[in-house]
């Protein structure tokens, strides 16, 4: 059982990508699925997560309004879109699984996707 993700990449400050999250075959149903992202020297942070339930949804302050996350129960994927880059958003980002709410809170994510890298340049 693994989540893999995908979509990282260079943007200039700006510019939009789109990462992809897609749990193995057979994974069973995921309660909560987020996305963290880690900058060099800094500690891993909460960027956006999604319950199965449509439309319970949860961002952090620095991304609300750009970063839209979205996910497919029957699939077990989560994307997560990213618009108005900034430098700042630089960072490896990491797909995650929860079975618990609190989605915010690091303490409780099982599994963890092998991070995508995603650049913004100035």
């Known amino acids: 059982v693994q989540l893999q993700a995908s979509g990282g990449g260079l943007v200039q400050a700006g510019g939009s990508l789109r990462l992809s999250c897609a749990a193995s075959e057979g994974t069973r149903s995921i309660y909560t699925m987020g996305w963290f992202r880690q900058a060099p020297g800094k500690e891993r942070e909460f960027v956006a997560a999604a319950s199965w339930r449509p439309g319970s949804v949860s961002y952090a302050d620095s991304v609300k309004g750009r970063f839209r996350i979205s996910r497919d129960n029957a699939k077990n994927t989560v994307s997560l879109q990213m618009n108005s880059l900034k430098p700042d958003d630089t960072a490896i980002y990491y797909c995650?699984?929860?079975?618990?709410?609190?989605?915010?809170?690091?303490?409780?994510?099982?599994?963890w996707g092998q991070g995508t890298l995603v650049t913004v340049s100035s």
């Open positions: 995650a699984a929860k079975d618990t709410q609190s989605p915010q809170i690091i303490n409780g994510y099982y599994l």
